[in-house]
């Protein structure tokens, strides 16, 4: 059998040796791939466009590929009116097989609804995985982590089926809950999340987005050479660095020369609220603008604390299709994190930030995944400090130079660390690879 890719390894990149010789693997057939994931398309930003470009890339390298998710709910926490209503939605897109299961969504996502949440569609998805298989035949279920109680459907399939095992962790939600306040790490619930964690990440292979959180799996007592990394990516042939002013500019009436902005979802483990302090910090700047673009539980209450200041803007989450126009607004991205999340996940939207061709500036502690990840494209500052990222933003502000230089090395890292054709393509390898007879 092939050696599995160790912990070091990353499939952002070509290494000499490392790719396995696929046309053995499996005897050369295509797989018949069963993905077991909440979030998928048309959701716009989170989780969802990267299981969707996973299942698409299998799909064009040849496999067979069913998905069973939710209707999609992701980031207004409210089903898509087009999707709403009646059961599950069998349909056929772009040659992925998408199996659409109705979940509950609670308008306010706290910790107990949440629960809800992820125990409804793990009890959808139980019986429709079942089904989904016996037409399927998998030779591979990949389930993606959050949600982590759906995991169970998946280990169930692929024992029943004699299919390998593939988990890919977006999200360590059981850390996450511990950080954010909606579980209690010492108390019993606590102390069962941590060990169904444990229980539902025991795979044939499990992967990971960064290397912290692989190495985070290594340490909760994963065989190493069962992890790979298998990063996010950025879209780098559709983000560029706009050389013109933003379309945005004189569509929003922005006419300050600078924006800081934050695009994405509005929830506790953004850690946001900084941003507010952080404006009104700022607000003698009278070459700045502040903009939030996105939407989430938490929008409401930070509109509210945002009350008077007349240096921040808010906009709802703009298309996907205009993605590279609105990056291309910022003169500096905003990136803020709670303490304790930046080893638990790396933000997705960080990718396209990089890509974009714009300075960024990170909370994080040093040494972490994230902090890493941004060093020599912009500044980290401490979780929670407004006064250091609003000296940050400042620095960046003042000097030119230093500002284009980090925005020039963000373009290149997004090319060399985060090319979706290549990241994909060593994932397509290494599921080959898991999935060569013993």
């Not at 069962?192 to 799996?217: G, V």
């Not at 379309?247 to 946001?272: D, F």
């Not at 989450?317 to 205009?322: K, V």
């Not at 995944?369 to 990222?389: F, H, I, K, N, S």
Request: some cysteine; proline content about 7%.
């Amino acid at each position: 059998m092939a050696k599995p890719t160790s912990l070091s390894r990353s499939p952002t990149a070509h290494t000499p040796g490392v790719a396995q010789d696929v046309s053995d693997a499996t005897d050369g057939r295509p797989l018949r791939v069963l993905i077991l994931g909440l979030n998928y398309a048309p959701e716009p930003i989170g989780i969802g466009p990267y299981t969707t470009g996973m299942a698409e890339a299998l799909v064009a390298a040849g496999h067979s590929v069913t998905v069973v998710c939710g209707k999609p709910y992701y980031p207004a926490w409210k089903v898509d009116p087009a999707y709403a209503g009646g059961g599950a939605r069998r349909s056929v897109e772009n040659g992925v097989t998408v199996v659409r299961l109705p979940i509950y969504v609670p308008a306010v996502p706290s910790g107990g609804r949440r629960l809800v949440h992820h125990a409804s569609f793990a009890a959808s998805a139980q019986v429709r995985m079942l089904l989904e298989a016996r037409r399927l035949r998998p030779d591979v279920v990949i389930g993606i982590a959050p949600s982590l109680i759906s995991l169970v459907a998946a280990r169930t399939i692929a024992r029943l089926f004699g299919a390998k095992l593939w988990i890919h962790v977006q999200d360590f939600e059981v850390e996450a809950a511990f950080a954010t306040g909606l579980l209690n790490g010492e108390g019993r619930s606590g102390k069962m999340a941590r060990w169904f964690e444990t229980w539902s990440l025991d795979a044939d292979r499990i992967s990971s987005i960064s290397l912290p959180m692989c190495a985070k799996l290594a340490a909760s007592g994963i065989a190493p050479d069962k992890i790979v990394e298998f990063r996010n990516w950025a879209s780098i042939d559709k983000v560029k660095p706009l050389v013109e002013p933003s379309s945005y500019r004189a569509e929003w009436g922005i006419t300050t020369p600078h924006v800081a902005l934050y695009s994405g979802n509005i929830a506790n483990k953004q850690g946001i609220d900084i941003v507010v302090e952080v404006a009104r910090l700022l607000a003698d700047r009278t070459d700045l603008t502040f903009v939030v673009c996105g939407n989430g539980p938490n929008r409401e209450a930070l509109m509210a604390r945002a009350a008077g200041l007349g240096n921040i803007r808010f906009f709802d989450l703009q298309p996907m299709d205009r993605l590279s126009d609105l990056l291309g607004l910022a003169s500096i991205h905003l990136l803020p994190q709670i303490e304790g999340a930046a080893d638990l996940v790396l933000p997705s939207k960080l990718t396209n930030m990089l890509a974009s061709g714009r300075a960024v500036v990170a909370t994080a502690p040093p040494e972490t995944g994230l902090a890493r990840e941004v060093e020599g494209c912009g500044l980290v500052t401490p979780p929670g400090d407004a006064p250091a990222m609003a000296a940050a933003i400042r620095r960046l502000l003042e000097d030119d130079a230093l500002r284009e230089r980090y925005a020039v090395e963000a373009r290149v890292r997004a090319e060399e660390r985060w090319s979706k054709d290549r990241i994909l393509a060593r994932f397509e390898t290494e599921l080959r690879a898991s999935c060569r007879p013993a």
